[in-house]
Every structure is written in structure tokens, then in C-alpha cells.
């Protein structure tokens, strides 16, 4: 069974972008989220292999949503997929539990290689 | 409004439209306004939060807006649309974040808040009298994109 994937990010463009890539990938997607706080809820119906988040969105961050998801599942593998790549910013996200911090804009191999080496 | 906190923002746009639109772009000269305002038809509006506070615009013509949406979606827009409207509204942020890696990384830490895009022109937007500065990026066979910067240290 092919795995699935909860993609997360406010903006239209960036979801059907990774939606692409990670379908020709042979992933499944498991939903989609616009904010932080659909991504927490959406976690929890679906049960996802693995999260994509965007960090700058409205409602809720993505780092307090990778926090309550990693809260509600230990197990939960999420990377980090945004346009900020200050340092602070992929500390607090590592040591929140993210498994991988991808910066905007990405080639579409780096977001397959990342999410492969996590669930294959 | 200190010009070292413009250089991240021209940098972060040519290196970010080389790499999602595809073009080199090409840097007009740098001007001054006495407030935050904008002339043109399509604006992608960023806040700047942390040590540097502020808004960085981007404003370009419908013109280019329906361009830039076509190159960044890899096929002509019909009409613009909520996609075409989230692609250019990326670009701003896209362009945003990575200046502020760049101006955290040059010890003025801070975070940007999601784009906002605000269409019709002559537009104010901030009734403060915070000065500006304006950099027209030039993007061959596209249009120009006006990068408005104002930002000032947190008092
Ligand atoms: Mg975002």
C-alpha cells in the first residue's frame, strides 16, 4: 500500500506543487491542510505516514502544529517545508521533534529524497 | 530606513525568480518614498516582525501578475484565480523568508507573517509616516516588480 502524506501549507500554489510532486513520487495524500491548527485535526482523523509544514501560516505556526502533533503522536515524522531557514528557526524545529527542514523554493527531488529516506 | 536591510530583500528576490520563474532579473536604481504606498495593481504584502519591523511590498502590473502566475505554474493562467493569486502571494513570501534568513544571519533577528495580496492602486498602507525605499526589478520578458521596503528597528 502506498504511503500517505498530510501536506500542510496556507498557501493554494505550494499545496498542488507538493500534491504533484509527492503523487509522481507514488505517495498517497492523505489530506490537505491550509493552517496549523486544520494540520493538528487532520493528523489525528487521518493518521498519516508523514506531515510536510510550512511554518508561516495563519491561525496556527507550523512550529506550535508540529509541537501538538509530536503531543499527540511521538511517533508522528514531520518535516519542516518553508521559506525561512534561519538558524533559531531549525533548532526549535529539530528539537521539537521535525525530522527534516527543507527551505523554499526546493527542486522537487529534494522534497522525494527527504520524505523517501524518512518512509521509503 | 537603514539601506542594509533592502540588500536582503533584492538578493532573496533574484536568487528566488531565477529559481521559480526562471529568468535573471535585472536591478533598477534604487529610490526613496516619504511614506508606504503603493501604484501598482497587484501587491503581495509581507509583515516584518522581531529586532527589524515593518512591511516589504511587492507590486506589479496585472499584466506581469498573469506572467509571473503562468511561469510559476508551468502553464498560461486563463484567469486569475485563487491559484494564480496564492502563486504570486508565494513569491512574497518566499522572497520574504529567505531575506530574513539573510538579516538573522547579519544578527537582526526576525519572522515574517503570511502574505496578504491587496489589488487596486494607489494604495497606502500605512497611515504612519515611515519612510521607504524602492528597488524595480526588471524580469526579461515578463515586467518589473517593485520590491518596497520599510522597515525600522524595534523601539
Ligand atoms: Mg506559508
Given amino acids: 500500500m502506498a504511503k500517505r502524506v498530510l501536506i500542510t501549507d496556507d498557501a493554494l500554489f505550494m499545496r498542488v506543487t507538493l500534491k504533484n510532486i509527492l503523487t509522481k513520487g507514488g505517495y498517497e495524500i492523505a489530506g490537505e491542510a491550509s493552517n496549523g491548527l486544520e494540520s493538528v485535526e487532520l493528523y489525528k482523523q487521518t493518521k498519516p505516514d508523514l506531515v510536510t509544514m510550512d511554518i508561516t501560516m495563519p491561525e496556527m505556526d507550523g512550529i506550535t502544529a508540529l509541537k501538538e502533533i509530536k503531543k499527540a503522536d511521538p511517533q508522528a515524522n514531520v518535516i519542516m517545508c518553508t521559506a525561512m531557514g534561519q538558524k533559531s528557526m531549525v533548532m526549535e524545529a529539530v528539537a521539537a521533534g521535525a525530522r527534516d527542514f527543507i527551505v523554499k523554493p526546493f527542486q522537487p527531488e529534494k522534497v522525494l529524497e527527504a520524505v523517501q529516506k524518512i518512509i521509503g | 530606513?537603514?539601506?542594509?536591510?533592502?540588500?536582503?530583500?533584492?538578493?532573496?528576490?533574484?536568487?528566488?525568480?531565477?529559481?521559480?520563474?526562471?529568468?535573471?532579473?535585472?536591478?533598477?536604481?534604487?529610490?526613496?518614498?516619504?511614506?508606504?504606498?503603493?501604484?501598482?495593481?497587484?501587491?503581495?504584502?509581507?509583515?516584518?516582525?522581531?529586532?527589524?519591523?515593518?512591511?516589504?511590498?511587492?507590486?506589479?502590473?496585472?499584466?506581469?501578475?498573469?506572467?509571473?502566475?503562468?511561469?510559476?505554474?508551468?502553464?498560461?493562467?486563463?484567469?486569475?484565480?485563487?491559484?494564480?493569486?496564492?502563486?504570486?502571494?508565494?513569491?512574497?513570501?518566499?522572497?520574504?523568508?529567505?531575506?530574513?534568513?539573510?538579516?538573522?544571519?547579519?544578527?537582526?533577528?526576525?519572522?515574517?507573517?503570511p502574505p496578504s495580496i491587496v489589488r487596486g492602486t494607489n494604495v497606502k498602507i500605512s497611515t504612519l509616516n515611515i519612510p521607504a525605499l524602492v528597488v524595480p526589478v526588471m524580469l526579461p520578458d515578463i515586467g518589473e516588480i517593485e520590491i518596497i521596503v520599510s522597515l525600522q528597528d524595534r523601539r
Avoid: H, W
Wanted: charged share 10%; aromatic share 6%; with cysteine.
Fill in chain 2, 1 to 113: 530606513m537603514k539601506v542594509e536591510y533592502v540588500n536582503p530583500f533584492v538578493c532573496a528576490a533574484f536568487s528566488v525568480i531565477e529559481m521559480v520563474i526562471g529568468v535573471k532579473p535585472v536591478k533598477g536604481t534604487l529610490t526613496a518614498r516619504p511614506s508606504l504606498f503603493t501604484s501598482q495593481q497587484c501587491n503581495v504584502i509581507t509583515g516584518v516582525t522581531g529586532q527589524v519591523e515593518g512591511q516589504v511590498i511587492y507590486g506589479m502590473s496585472l499584466i506581469t501578475a498573469d506572467k509571473v502566475a503562468s511561469a510559476m505554474l508551468g502553464q498560461p493562467i486563463r484567469t486569475f484565480d485563487q491559484l494564480a493569486a496564492s502563486a504570486i502571494g508565494e513569491l512574497g513570501n518566499m522572497i520574504s523568508g529567505n531575506a530574513s534568513t539573510a538579516l538573522a544571519e547579519a544578527g537582526f533577528q526576525c519572522d515574517i507573517t
